[in-house]
C-alpha cells in the first residue's frame, strides 16, 4: 500500500500543472443579434475594469491596454472611482470624445473548487469493496480557485452592446496573467466568430 502513495501525490500534480499551464477557459458567449457580423474595428478604445478595489481596477486597465497597444487608455485616466460609478458621468466624459469603442472586464467572483484524487486498486476479485475503501482512507484532496470574469464590449457611436464572453481561471496568480490569459481567450472567439480579423500572413519568399 505505501507503493500507492506517491501516485496519488502524482496525480494532484498533473491536476494542479494541468491549471496552470491552461487555467482560462471560454464558458458563455454572446454576440449582439441586431449588429451585422463584421470584424469589429475601433480607432480609441476605453478600458474600465470593474474590480473589488481601485487597485486592482487599475492593474487590470493597465494590463489589457499593454496587450491592445496605443489605442487603448485605461479609463482611471478620465473617471475617478467615484465618477466610474455614475452613468451620468461617464457619458459626459465620453461625450466630445474620439473614442469609439469601451471594453468592460468585470469581476463575478471566485469559487473554490475541490476533487478527491484515490490510487487505483489490485485487489483480488472478491476483496474488492474492503481494499476500495482502504485505498479512499489514502487519497488526497485537491483544492483550487475559480476565477470568473466577464469581458464586454460596447460601440460608444450606437450606445450598443456588441459581445460579451464569461471566462473562467483556474488558480489566478497575478493580475497581469489574469489578463493576459483573458486577452488571449477572447481574442481567439472573437476570430472564431468572425468579429476579429486574422492577422495577415506573412508572405514567404
Known amino acids: 500500500m505505501k507503493g500507492t502513495i506517491p501516485l496519488v501525490g502524482l496525480a494532484a500534480l498533473v491536476v494542479l500543472s494541468a491549471c496552470s499551464l491552461n487555467n482560462t477557459r471560454m464558458i458563455q458567449v454572446w ?34 491596454v499593454n496587450r491592445i497597444g496605443p489605442k ?11 465618477e466610474i460609478n455614475k452613468s451620468s458621468t461617464t457619458k459626459a466624459a465620453l461625450r466630445g470624445s ?9 469581476w463575478l467572483g471566485v469559487r473554490q473548487e475541490k476533487e478527491i484524487m484515490a ?5 483480488p476479485m472478491w476483496d474488492h469493496y474492503s481494499y476500495s475503501w482502504s485505498y479512499m482512507q489514502e487519497s488526497t484532496v485537491v483544492q483550487w480557485k475559480i476565477l470568473q470574469l466577464e469581458t ?10 456588441i459581445w460579451s464572453g464569461t471566462t473562467e481561471t483556474a488558480e ?19 476570430r472564431k466568430q468572425g468579429l476579429l480579423a486574422n492577422p495577415k500572413k506573412e508572405k514567404t519568399k
Open 172 to 190: 489566478p496568480q497575478t493580475i497581469q496573467k489574469v489578463i493576459n490569459d483573458v486577452a488571449d481567450v477572447v481574442r481567439k472567439q472573437l
Open 98 to 106: 474620439d473614442f469609439d469603442g469601451i471594453i468592460v472586464l468585470r
Open 119 to 123: 490510487s487505483p486498486t489490485y485487489s
Open 31 to 64: 454576440a449582439n443579434p441586431e449588429m451585422k457580423v463584421q470584424p469589429i474595428h475601433f480607432n480609441k478604445i476605453l478600458v474600465v475594469a470593474v474590480a473589488p478595489n481601485n487597485t486592482e481596477r487599475r492593474s487590470a486597465e493597465d494590463a489589457m
Open 152 to 161: 464586454r464590449i460596447y460601440s460608444v457611436k450606437d450606445e450598443k452592446l
Open 72 to 82: 487603448a487608455t485605461p479609463s482611471y485616466n478620465l473617471l475617478s472611482d467615484d
